[in-house]
């Protein structure tokens, strides 16, 4: 399996322009996260499916942000409009289940300017 | 944000040495799990103890779990400098679905 893959591996655009990152979990896994990381906050959920359903957003931190799953091999995190602060790296990691080993992709660098 | 634990948050030790970091919670907990994380590289997972278990081992690494202290501890013996990362706890609470990570230990060893 190739793990879990994300796109764009870069991503540097104009504050206001749209962000969209893409994520396709690992073939088999019912459970699928996206995080943001920053130095200074830390590694932060923000939000996390279950076969496909949106089961806690809480920690999508304004409505600019947006996640999707239409499918089981496929996720989208948007961001619209982006702003500065966005900036950071943002992981999308999957899981057989919810409570079992969660595996990471490389992440998504963003870049607001 | 995170509400684990971890402590140090940064060591910085010799190659060869054996490194400990330990993690605290304040819940209950169905299992805990340590992740490691490369600078600009996604985590990786290292091992998963369940609650009814005290020690886990894989390799060089030995987990431990004492549910009474709410703690777990992470052992790494012999140290490389390529074990230089970042090291995260994470648990699953028996309240929520959810994994939640600490706020890492950055280890350091120094060849």
């Known amino acids: 399996d190739a793990g879990v893959i994300q796109s764009p591996r870069h991503e540097v655009t104009e504050m206001g322009q749209e962000v969209t990152l893409r994520c396709k979990p690992i073939s088999g896994h019912n459970s699928l996260f996206w995080y943001r990381q920053t130095m200074m906050r830390g590694l932060e959920l923000l939000i996390y499916f279950n076969n496909n359903v949106p089961i806690d957003d809480s920690g999508m931190p304004e409505d600019r942000f947006s996640a999707k799953m239409p499918n089981a091999s496929f996720s989208t995190l948007k961001i619209q409009p982006s702003e500065p602060r966005d900036s950071a790296v943002y992981f999308c990691a999957s899981s057989f289940t919810l409570q079992e080993t969660q595996y990471f992709g490389p992440g998504t660098r963003l870049l607001v300017l | 944000s995170q509400q684990g634990e971890e402590d140090p948050q940064a060591l910085s030790i010799q190659e060869g040495e054996n490194a400990t970091m330990n993690c605290s919670y304040k819940?209950?907990?169905?299992?805990l799990q340590w992740y490691r994380q490369n600078s600009g590289r996604g985590l990786v997972h290292l091992i998963l103890i369940r609650s009814n278990e005290r020690e886990k081992h894989s390799g060089r690494l030995r987990v431990t779990l004492d549910t009474s202290k709410k703690s777990s501890s992470l052992l790494i013996t012999a140290s490389r400098a390529a074990d230089t990362a970042s090291y995260f706890c994470?648990?699953?609470?028996?309240?929520?679905?959810?994994?939640?990570f600490g706020e890492g230990t950055q280890l350091t060893v120094n060849p």
């Open positions: 819940t209950s907990i169905n299992n």
């Open positions: 994470a648990r699953t609470e028996t309240s929520g679905s959810r994994l939640t």
